[in-house]
């Protein structure tokens, strides 16, 4: 069965230009050619620009790709490779996520301003952190401690501390500094963490899809292996 570029552009919505990028980047098998020159595919290359398709809602544009340059090279190693490498970094998420619940949880009401203060130095050992970091953070503001009035150091308050342990979490969650910021800005005018429910509900949801995603792309892929 003979298949022209606009055949497989239709039935997903793309030009015919985007299929013959796909084709070009390795991530369709080569083309055959007609007496005149022209592209001529079959079955096989619509399975595998469905393959791909499916692949990218769970694996990233990049990494999608790079499967399917895999598969087409007959590397399977590669290929289950690359999939390890998704399942691992959905499973890292989710453990930042839990890790970011169970910091909101354990967070304290904000003591008195006057009590309980710290210095850079202290915060930074206790997170593991450099206080170079602490330092970006406040040129991004994100937290913006005190100064001690007689030696110029920065002080922490325990509301300060709060943001900072959300900043840090929401870091390692892959969050930048501006969304951060705009979440800790939430949280201080609320008067508490409350707002960042909204956030953790929308991290749960893009989690469970791409969770489901990955089921579907790997049923589509092993379709695809099975395609002579």
């Not at 937290?143 to 009035?149: G, L, N, S």
């Amino acid at each position: 069965m003979r298949l022209r570029p606009i055949d497989l552009a239709r039935e997903h919505g793309l030009s015919t230009q985007a299929v013959r990028n796909y084709e070009e980047a390795g991530i369709l098998p080569p083309a055959g050619r007609s007496p005149h020159g022209y592209r001529v595919y079959a079955p096989c290359h619509a399975a595998a620009l469905r393959t791909f398709l499916a692949l990218i809602p769970a694996h990233g544009h990049a990494t999608a790709g790079a499967i399917m340059r895999a598969v087409n090279d007959r590397a399977l190693d590669e290929v289950l490779r690359l999939i390890d490498e998704s399942h691992a970094q959905l499973a890292a998420d989710r453990h930042t996520l839990e890790a970011v619940e169970l910091a909101l949880r354990d967070l304290a009401p904000p003591r008195e301003p006057e009590l309980g203060m710290t210095f850079i130095g202290p915060l930074a050992r206790r997170l593991r952190l450099r206080p170079a970091t602490l330092r970006k953070w406040e040129r991004a503001g994100l937290v913006v401690p005190r100064r001690d009035p007689r030696t110029g150091y920065r002080l922490y308050t325990p509301a300060d501390v709060r943001d900072v342990l959300l900043a840090h979490q929401l870091r390692r969650g892959g969050h930048g500094l501006t969304h951060i910021a705009q979440v800790l800005d939430q949280v201080r005018t609320a008067g508490g963490p409350e707002p960042l429910q909204a956030t953790l509900r929308e991290w749960h949801t893009r989690l469970t899809a791409r969770g489901r995603a990955m089921l579907a792309a790997a049923a589509a892929l092993d379709i695809y292996l099975g395609t002579p």
